[in-house]
């Protein structure tokens, strides 16, 4: 069993940055592919980033803005986010998939999430 957990959430202001911070435990997730989600109040949630061994996409609408990157060492993967829109507010999700995917029926473990609030 693999457990996620998301934190760097917060307030800040339009234009600002954060960093958002999943911490794996239970299993090594070196061999996974990790990715990024959101849902803002009252939509869906969708794709954000991914990230595996040589390869990373984003989502157009944050892509030179956000960066995921990590650490496998400690089973940690990150998202900054800089230029950040009131739009990008939501609460974000990482989750973890056996293979490079951008669908999230392809992640099988989630974390709870953390909100991120933009405000203009």
Not at 64 to 72: E, L, P
Request: net charge positive.
């Amino acid at each position: 069993q693999v457990q996620l957990v998301e934190s760097g959430g917060g307030l800040v202001q339009a234009g600002g940055s954060l960093r958002l911070s999943c911490a794996a435990s239970g299993r090594t997730l070196s061999t996974r592919t990790m990715g990024w989600f959101r849902q803002g109040l009252g939509k869906e949630r969708e794709f954000v980033a991914a990230r595996s061994s040589g390869f990373t996409f984003y989502a157009d609408s944050v892509r030179g803005r956000f960066t995921v990157s990590r650490d496998n060492a400690n089973n940690t993967v990150f998202l900054q986010m800089n230029a950040l829109k009131p739009e990008d507010t939501a609460v974000y999700y990482c989750a973890a998939a056996r293979e490079p995917s951008m669908l999230q029926a392809d992640y099988d473990y989630w974390g709870q999430g953390t909100q991120v609030t933009v405000s203009s």
